[in-house]
């Protein structure tokens, strides 16, 4: 299983910023396809999620309103739009892929213990 995460980078407060997560060697469409995010010296955290068969989506709530979980099947992509950056949202990124047995039972999970699979991360910076 590989995620493979992209399009963090350098914005001002107020921008926006766009990542993605390709995953390959999993099947999604009884999971969640999860963003986390870490900033120095603080937990990892729950940001997003997308149930991958019903597009169901769920939200941390200092994002909502801002930020935009989705999918893309066909590619088995998923992306964040996130919108009105703050810097209070500068932090690693990371995508996650959803434990199928949790995940029959139990949608848009913000435990880290309840994803299975993590990709390497993308940096988010917010100037203020």
């Known amino acids: 299983v590989q995620l493979q995460a992209s399009g963090g980078g350098l914005v001002q407060s107020g921008g926006s910023l766009r990542i993605s997560c390709v995953a390959s060697g999993v099947t999604l469409s009884n999971r969640d396809m999860a963003w986390f995010r870490q900033a120095p010296g603080k937990e990892r955290e729950f940001v997003a999620a997308?149930?991958?068969?019903?597009?169901?989506?769920y939200y941390t709530d200092s994002v909502k309103g801002r930020f935009a979980i989705s999918r893309d099947r066909a590619k088995n992509t998923a992306a964040l739009q996130m919108n009105i950056l703050k810097p209070e949202d500068t932090a690693v990124y990371y995508c996650a892929v959803g434990s199928s047995k949790i995940m029959s039972y139990y949608m848009g999970s913000p435990r880290k213990d309840d994803y299975s699979y993590w990709g390497q991360g993308t940096q988010v910076t917010v100037s203020s």
């Open positions: 997308i149930r991958w068969s019903q597009g169901s989506t």
